[in-house]
């Protein structure tokens, strides 16, 4: 087991997935009742019957997993596995500037050689097996229409 | 007979160049991804499942089956070596394996043990999917749509009891994704629900980015941990002529293997159960047969009776699969979203409808083990090289891929963006320990259970009477009842020391 396994047990995180989950089951099946309706005399069940009978499980066991979430360890969320939220989410960005095949190539140049410190050969020949992999398979093979961005679309025009 | 001529046919669908070049990448892929501590055969399938777009489903299909099925395969390799199951159906593996490896300094013989039971295993699981395959689709066409809402509700319900130590979490789990899943369009009337006001949303949420973020980015998210551990290396390198076994370890693998093989077979067949399972309950069951050494201190016998049950039941897990309609693991559930996007819809209809691909795919596993043998062989003197790939040299490949698979899929940001949100949610799961296999195997078959559902309460004039009165069903709840029961029976067991109460490892 990792060093971030040593939890302690009690009042904290564990509560919120069942928070959210009975959140969640108690809008669907307001939603269900309100808006698209549960049942019909002529045509029987409507769009909202099978999220309303879900939803209302959920709610159930939303409330059952809730009881049983104070035995529960608490979990530990290292600060350092944000930064690949942190690097996905940069890639989004910069698609939205750059377009998506730069971005990804300018992430991978960067996390390689600034983040996790490996030698210009290491990145360079792991950037080249993933650009390989990208413009190979995607777009060549599948002919993906990647975005090109803000900047290269003005470029363009 | 017949299934034999079928299967001879479904052969000459195989072995064109375009399926037979589908297999091996499929295998070799599936070795690599089960060999990495880490991926899996579920982030594995995943991750692939965009590259498949440009085949026909049957290729498809036949490539991704053939990675699922030599993930088995990989996922002994770092068990041996390194003492970390590559795949988790590999956690009883280290057990034998890794001693093997170490204190008796024989890392080759264990990956050849590994490598056969596997085979042997495999085979078993595949000729008996090649017969009671059609036999379960026979019975499947007798179910209407009361016993296949029974069924449905059996699989999901099981899946997630079973998965996991927590059922109320593998329960929450399996209800979020049949709720996701109702998300878009209704599926009777056509008219759109749950949409928030989001044009994207009419759609629903698309079954790819949504797994590929799920279950491959917090895959990544959770590697992040792992980057900078160096795995200890049992051996600077291994040689082929190292790995071969003696007369006495071949015989002494034989009977271990096709129990394994047999109960693996089983096993799989149970939606929940898995290869995981499987490979535990083989690993049990061997303690109560003869083994020339000890369980534990690096045993032929325990090599062969966890390799051969996992694959056993990889191959198992495909009869439900392709007659039925209902996935047996997360994996399996992949598969079918896969086959639902190209088109197909598995079930009981489709050894009648689509005989090609039902057979094609059921004699593409025939091959994949076949290849799968060959080429972990060959990969054998390669093994300590690959398998030193760094984590982080994997972490920007993995997202990439992640990115850039789930863009293609949609040709849209929105694919993205559902990915990146859906890794996001799969990485605090997995932190409070819930299972995801049972979010996945819900996504997928909820629409049939809507579907089934709504038809069986249209019959019935709103009326639960008609789920008792039919025989099918009514065993199926009577089979929901005794899984839901199970936690509370095997409580007062324990409280009253009748059982043991499982303990992390």
């Keep these: 087991m990792s060093e971030y396994s040593s939890r302690k047990k009690g009042f904290g995180g564990n509560q919120i997935m069942p928070i959210i ?34 939803g209302a499980g959920l709610f159930v066991m939303s409330v059952l997993g809730f009881i049983f979430s104070f035995k529960d360890k608490k979990p530990i969320f290292p600060r350092e596995n944000w930064w690949a939220v942190i690097g996905g989410l940069s890639i989004i960005v910069g698609t939205f500037i750059i377009g998506l095949i730069p971005s990804v190539g300018i992430y991978v140049i960067v996390w390689l050689r600034w983040f996790e410190g490996c030698s210009w050969k290491v990145t360079l020949i792991t950037f080249a097996v993933i650009m390989a992999i990208v413009i190979g398979c995607f777009v060549l093979w599948l002919q993906v229409p990647f975005p090109r961005g803000v900047m290269l679309e003005l470029i363009l025009k | 007979m017949d299934n034999l001529n079928f299967l001879l046919q479904g052969f000459q669908i195989v072995f064109s160049l375009q399926n037979l070049a589908a297999t091996l990448l499929g295998c070799i892929l599936g070795l690599i991804i089960g060999a990495m501590p880490g991926i899996g055969s579920l982030a594995g399938c995943a991750l692939l499942l965009p590259l498949t777009y440009k085949f026909n489903p049957t290729t498809a299909i036949i490539m991704l089956g053939g990675l699922y099925y030599s993930n088995m395969y990989g996922g002994a390799f770092s068990a041996i070596l390194f003492n970390i199951p590559g795949d988790t159906p590999a956690i009883m593996t280290t057990l034998d394996g890794y001693p093997m490896a170490t204190k008796k300094k024989r890392p080759g013989q264990a990956l050849s043990i590994s490598n056969i039971s596997s085979f042997v295993g495999g085979l078993i699981g595949m000729v008996i999917l090649t017969f009671t395959g059609p036999v379960l689709a026979n019975v499947g066409l007798s179910f209407g749509p009361v016993e296949m809402t029974a069924l449905l509700l059996f699989a999901m319900t099981s899946i997630g009891w079973l998965v996991g130590e927590n059922p109320v979490k593998g329960l929450m789990l399996t209800l979020f994704g049949m709720l996701v899943a109702s998300m878009g369009m209704d599926t009777l009337s056509g008219s759109p629900r749950y949409d928030f006001g989001n044009v994207y949303l009419l ?18 998210i959770m590697l992040m941990e792992q980057r900078n551990i160096a795995p200890q290396l049992v051996a600077d390198k291994l040689t082929l002529r190292d790995s071969m076994l003696s007369k006495n370890e071949a015989k002494r693998l034989v009977m271990p293997s096709i129990r394994g093989g047999l109960l693996g077979t089983f096993v799989g067949v149970l939606p929940g159960a898995g290869a995981t399972a499987a490979s535990i309950m083989s690993y049990s069951a061997q303690k109560y047969f003869k083994s020339e050494e000890p369980l534990g201190t690096g045993a032929v016998e325990g090599i062969a009776a966890c390799e051969s049950a996992n694959n056993g039941a990889a191959a198992g897990a495909f009869a439900p699969l392709l007659a039925l309609g209902i996935p047996g693991s997360g994996t399996g559930a992949v598969l079918l979203g896969g086959l639902m996007l190209w088109g197909l819809n598995p079930g009981p209809l489709l050894f009648k409808n689509s005989p090609d691909f039902a057979w094609g795919l059921i004699a593409s596993l025939f091959l994949a083990n076949f290849i799968a043998l060959t080429v972990s062989w060959g990969v054998i003197p390669f093994l300590i090289k690959i398998l030193s790939v760094p984590t982080k040299l994997l972490i920007p490949c993995i997202t990439v891929v992640c990115i850039v698979g789930s863009y293609s899929t949609s040709n849209s940001m929105y694919g993205v963006i559902v990915m990146f949100i859906s890794g996001i949610l799969g990485y605090i799961m997995q932190k409070f320990d819930y299972s995801y296999a049972p979010l996945l195997l819900a996504f997928v078959l909820s629409p049939m259970l809507e579907s089934n559902m709504r038809k069986a309460f249209i019959i019935s004039r709103g009326s639960v009477r008609i789920f008792l009165e039919k025989p099918i069903s009514l065993a199926f709840i009577i089979a929901i009842a005794c899984i839901a029961l199970f936690p509370i029976v095997r409580y007062f067991l324990i409280k009253a020391g009748l059982m043991k109460k499982k303990t992390a490892k």
């Design chain 1, 21 to 54: 989950f009975a959140a969640v089951a108690a809008l669907f099946v307001w939603m269900g009742l309100k808006k698209y309706g549960f049942w019909h005399p002529a045509k029987g069940p409507l769009p909202g019957f099978y999220p309303t009978i879900i």
């Design chain 2, 203 to 220: 759609g629903g949420v698309p079954f790819t980015p949504f797994v590929i973020g799920l279950v491959g980015f917090s895959q990544v």
